[in-house]
Nanobody
Framework: DVQLQASGGGLAQPGGSLRLSCAAS????????IAWFRQAPGKEREGVSC????????LQADSVKGRFTISSDNAKSTVYLQMVNLKPEDTAVYFC??????????????????WGQGTLVTVSS
């Protein structure tokens, strides 16, 4: 079974940094796209960044371009989200999700059947 575990969330000040990790198991890591989504209370789940592990293609939401960087370590079956210059509006629960063999990177929730539990990021002074 596909299993995903998100970690690395916590409290950061505006302008600070955090690195999130998504540890994967139970599947061939290179065959999947891994995406980060986030959801704040009362708001819809929002795509943040995703990566196709086979060739490293990435897709980022406009709101985080230049601040967040997604990367993968195939040897560790782990995807990271390096977040810098954090803003209060980045506060949310961050989830990682997996999609098998997508033709194109996407934030379409219907393409992501496998989800981790999420990790909370709070950006506040």
């Amino acid at each position: 079974d596909v299993q995903l575990q998100a970690s690395g969330g916590g409290l950061a000040q505006p302008g600070g940094s955090l690195r999130l990790s998504c540890a994967a198991s139970g599947f061939t890591f290179e065959d999947y796209a891994i995406a980060w989504f986030r959801q704040a209370p009362g708001k819809e789940r929002e795509g943040v960044s995703c990566i196709f592990n086979y060739d490293g293609r990435t897709l980022q939401a406009d709101s985080v371009k230049g601040r967040f960087t997604i990367s993968s370590d195939n040897a560790k079956s782990t995807v990271y989200l390096q977040m810098v210059n954090l803003k209060p509006e980045d506060t949310a629960v961050y989830f990682c999700a997996a999609s098998w063999g997508p033709a194109i990177l996407t934030f379409n929730l219907n393409e992501y059947p496998h989800w981790g539990q999420g990790t909370l990021v709070t950006v506040s002074s």
